[in-house]
């Protein structure tokens, strides 16, 4: 907080969330996994601001369930005894930890610098969630853990103590784009106007803070835009992910168009390389299209205007691009390697019949040799 006649800002009541995002498999069969879970479970909905159409739901709907947590402490917070997790039918797991927010506003920017790539906490996620694929196993198809996590902190202030009439997000944005950052250091105004760049506001009470670290939310009943920006943290993991597969998989298309055919090949030489690109071809648009699918924003303005904000600092845009340009790369070098089979076999049925040819020239002049 910077020194001097600032106004003070103390919370009365909130919840801190620190989420983590994991990928576990090719796909989830949420039905199966939800008969395998004994603890408390239901399925995913997201509560409306406002009016909204009732088609804006998950489609399919997530499994949520709770359990229970243990005790550890973050900065001056404890954690709440309940973790909420949530399964999505693409293969992804989220994993988020309760603290209570209440006390002076410097207390954010210490647990925003508290939770930053906080390896106690991680470790535990980890641990809960090989528990978990341990449990649901049977249900994932191609079950594996990926390296990769995308972890985020919300800051959900419900009322607060404030005695100016200009709303704190307006006020405080030097302070606020330090908890956004997760930094201590002082930032340049350029720093500080790209932090609070995407802000967003329903009604005069409220306002959603969106950064690529943290989100500060003020207003009450905020749990909706708390799911649209826990869901874009998904998308932007599994977004990472396919275009680290999709890396994978032009490196081995190009090794393997690169390879030097043999002179006679055999027939079906080049159809496992084929059929594994094919492979990876279809994998990949699947759960593009399930990732990006998953949840339909067409029926609430406001809350589609939040995912475009959160999108926006996620650069989730550039990952689309990013895949769908390697896609139709893929299948270019698909194109060009069955193009290439076929000529390979045109070639070989072209010595088949010259051989035959010269056979029955062979066998047509030894007669008359025996003569």
Wanted: one cysteine or more.
């Amino acid at each position: 907080m910077a020194s001097g006649a600032q106004p003070i800002l103390t919370v009365t009541s909130g919840t801190g969330y620190a989420l983590f995002a994991y990928d576990i498999g090719l796909s989830v069969n949420i039905e199966e996994a939800e008969r395998r879970i004994t603890p408390a479970t239901a399925r995913g909905r997201i509560r409306h601001k406002a009016r909204a159409p009732q088609y804006f739901e998950y489609h399919p709907a997530p499994l949520r369930l709770t359990q229970e947590g243990g005790t550890l402490a973050i900065g001056s917070s404890r954690l709440s005894p309940l973790i909420e997790l949530m399964i999505y039918d693409f293969g992804a797991v989220t994993i988020t930890y309760r603290f209570a927010l209440d006390g002076p506003f410097e207390q954010l920017l210490e647990l925003s610098d508290a939770l930053y790539e906080n390896d106690p906490l991680l470790a535990e996620s980890r641990t809960r969630l090989e528990q978990l694929l341990q449990a649901i196993k049977p249900a994932v198809e191609r079950p594996l853990i990926a390296s990769e996590v995308e972890d985020y902190l919300i800051f959900s202030i419900e009322s607060y103590s404030w005695a100016q009439e200009v709303p704190p997000w307006v006020m405080l944005e030097e302070e606020l784009a330090h908890v956004l950052r997760g930094e201590r250091t002082l930032l340049s105004a350029q720093e500080t106007q790209d932090a609070m760049a995407c802000r967003i506001s329903f009604g005069q009470e409220d306002a959603a803070l969106i950064d690529w670290h943290a989100a500060v939310l003020f207003g009450k009943d905020m749990d909706d835009v708390r799911a649209v920006l826990e869901f874009a943290n998904v998308e932007l993991l599994e977004m990472r992910i396919l275009d680290d597969q999709l890396d994978q998989a032009l490196d081995q298309a190009y090794e393997t168009i690169s390879r030097k055919p043999p002179f006679l090949p055999f027939p079906g030489a080049s159809e496992k390389d084929m059929t594994h690109i094919a492979q990876l071809q279809v994998d990949s648009a699947l759960l593009f299209e399930r990732v990006t699918n998953t949840l339909k924003l067409f029926g609430d303005q406001y809350l589609a205007r939040v995912y475009r904000l959160a999108s926006q600092r996620f650069h989730l845009e550039e990952w689309d691009a990013s895949i769908l340009r390697k896609l139709e790369t893929l299948n270019s070098i698909y194109g060009k390697m069955s193009d290439r089979a076929a000529v390979r076999r045109m070639e070989l049925l072209e010595w088949i019949i010259i051989v035959l040819i010269a056979l029955s020239i062979v066998v047509s002049v030894l007669p008359m040799t025996g003569r």
